[in-house]
């Protein structure tokens, strides 16, 4: 099992329950001091935002998550804060903690300007409000609960409320706490403060998109102990996956590749990129300069010969092996995998020789970018994945991948050789297309789809999209936080694929060399947005910020 340093666990509404009893049972305090904690968190944050006199609103629903929307909103009144709770659910009983709290509120108004609505009689539009807490149903969320239609009405009237700050009390109502899946309306928090830990909805896609800044109140919870008890709580649990951490840059910080003074290019790695055909030699241009921006030592690149002058042009520090087949006389005029086909009898001893040394010789290979319609890949995969230390499958490899039956073989017969595990990187649609029965489990939970397709087939999945997932065979599951919506452009792959490439090939720990090449590039595309905007940024100007990346991780620059 390999954890990476400075990666909490992040947590559900059963690990929270969890938590809860055992900080009541070890520490001899009764629950409603948790409630109280929690309810102060939220009552720092608007005193921090707002002003004595300003018209404050909780949403208060049924459960803790409510108690937590009474606790604050009686807190707020002892500031000056004009304070009006919207009883979600007057007809339902609450739990004890809560049940206390909300008769303290009632009990507050003989002395307080606080009032009570109930959400028949209540019309948002005749009242302005500076700020609206959102205390409906917390991790009490899930898909399989839709949210009714009175409160999908409520929270459409909350969202469209211009110049209000809108604060979500744990996990914004209408995401999934153990997924990130999000019902047709959530509420769009402009800050979310959380408790204990991260929710796994808070960092994970879709949910991520609509929690505004992240606040962790701890509650009293020590870090170490954090630790020790969700370890207790997913062996109690026999969960068939760890709980999903997420990669941050304190996280990823600690995997600096030292370049000591006397050093030289072997002491960083070699990595070899195959991929290109005609007209698509962008893409294999593009991994290869972001494997350049990771420092690798050296940098080979195996391409059809019709393209070996378009990669000289942009990239002389390359390494170039071109096709020894002359692909020019092709009848559809276009180029296959950079490779050889060692299959080809017409191919000399030599070539076929030089081919060989050339992936025993590299610490990395990552195939598939601008590769097209090639057959090389599927009749030689079985050849590649056994001969080299490191493998990356990116785009068209991960295509041709989807067309073999039982591929997973391939991977699993790696593992069985005491080799390492290859990373997969596909996006949503390639990774449909490669396990076709887990596309339902995908919609509804990316990180249990992503960590069963690692299980099942002995690799390592980095599913692309907003909030990157990487899942290891092993169990464990990683969320990336970096990145932005600049980054849905074509080519954004491929950078991830040379990044992917590069680091692989440079560290000893595979597993914190995905995570590195993963989080580096989200943070790419973070540093340039600051300069060139999301409409601005480009795949190929992303490696020119890597100097900014190394400087923001605090690494020797």
């Not at 990771?294 to 096709?323: F, M, N």
């Not at 010789?361 to 080299?388: F, M, R």
């Not at 973070?526 to 910020?545: E, F, M, Q, S, W």
Request: glycine share 8%.
């Amino acid at each position: 099992m390999e954890i990476l340093n400075d990666s909490l666990p992040t947590i559900n509404s059963a690990s929270q329950k969890y938590l809860d009893q055992a900080f009541v049972d070890e520490f001899g305090l009764p629950s409603i001091v948790l409630m109280e904690q929690a309810a102060s968190a939220v009552t720092e944050l608007i005193l921090r935002l707002g002003n004595s006199g300003q018209k404050v609103l909780f949403l208060a629903g049924a459960g803790n998550n409510g108690g937590d929307a009474w606790t604050s909103a009686r807190q707020l009144t002892a500031y000056g804060f004009e304070v009006s709770v919207l009883d979600i659910f007057p007809e339902k009983s609450l739990p004890s903690d809560a049940a206390q709290n909300k008769n303290a509120f009632i009990k507050s108004l003989d002395y307080t300007n606080g009032r009570i609505f109930q959400l028949q009689k209540f019309q948002l539009s005749s009242e302005p409000y500076d700020f609206i807490v959102d205390g409906i149903m917390g991790t009490g969320f899930n898909l399989a609960r839709p949210l009714t239609q009175d409160i999908i009405f409520l929270l459409e009237l909350v969202n469209a409320c211009e110049g209000t700050c809108r604060i979500a009390i744990d996990i914004p109502t209408g995401i999934d706490s153990a997924t990130g899946a999000c019902d047709q309306v959530v509420f769009l928090a402009d800050y979310t403060v959380t408790f204990s830990a991260l929710k796994t909805g808070l960092a994970a896609e879709p949910g991520c998109a609509y929690t505004g800044e992240i606040i962790v109140a701890l509650l009293s919870m020590q870090r170490s102990w954090l630790e020790t008890k969700l370890i207790d709580f997913s062996k109690k649990s026999n969960l068939d996956s760890f709980l999903p951490r997420v990669l941050t840059l304190d996280t990823i910080s600690h995997f600096e590749i030292e370049r000591s003074e006397l050093s030289h290019k072997g002491n960083y790695g070699k990595t070899l990129l195959i991929g290109g055909s005609a007209g698509m030699s962008g893409a294999i241009i593009l991994a290869l300069q972001a494997a350049h921006a990771t420092g690798v030592g050296y940098s080979y690149v195996r391409v059809p010969r019709i393209l070996v002058a378009d990669l000289l042009a942009v990239s002389p520090e390359s390494l170039i092996d071109a096709i020894p087949i002359d692909f020019s006389d092709n009848k559809d005029n276009t180029a296959s995998l950079a490779a050889l086909d060692i299959k080809n009898e017409t191919a000399s001893i030599a070539a076929i020789d030089n081919w060989k040394k050339l992936i025993a010789e590299v610490d990395s290979v990552a195939i598939g970018p601008g590769a097209g319609q090639a057959e090389w890949l599927a009749d030689n995969l079985d050849y590649i994945s056994s001969a080299t230390k490191r493998l990356i499958i990116d785009a068209d490899g991960l295509n041709y991948l989807a067309e073999i039956e039982n591929w997973q073989d391939v991977f699993q017969n790696r593992v069985l050789k005491e080799m390492e595990p290859a990373i997969l990187t596909p996006h949503p649609g390639e990774f449909k297309r490669l396990a076709p029965d887990l596309a339902e489990l995908l919609n509804l939970d990316r990180q249990a789809a992503a960590v069963e397709l690692a299980k099942r087939s002995s690799t390592i999945i980095v599913l692309k999209g907003h909030a990157t997932v990487l899942a290891l065979p092993s169990g464990e599951i990683y969320i990336n936080s970096s990145g932005n919506q600049s980054l849905a452009k074509a080519g954004s792959g491929d950078v991830l694929t040379g990044l992917l490439s590069g680091f692989t090939a440079q560290m000893t720990n595979q597993t914190e060399a995905v995570a590195l090449a993963v989080f580096f590039h989200g943070l790419l595309a973070d540093i340039a947005v600051a300069d060139l905007g999301i409409r601005g940024v480009l795949p190929g100007k992303l490696p020119d910020y890597a100097a900014d990346a190394y400087e923001k991780l605090g690494w020797q620059n």
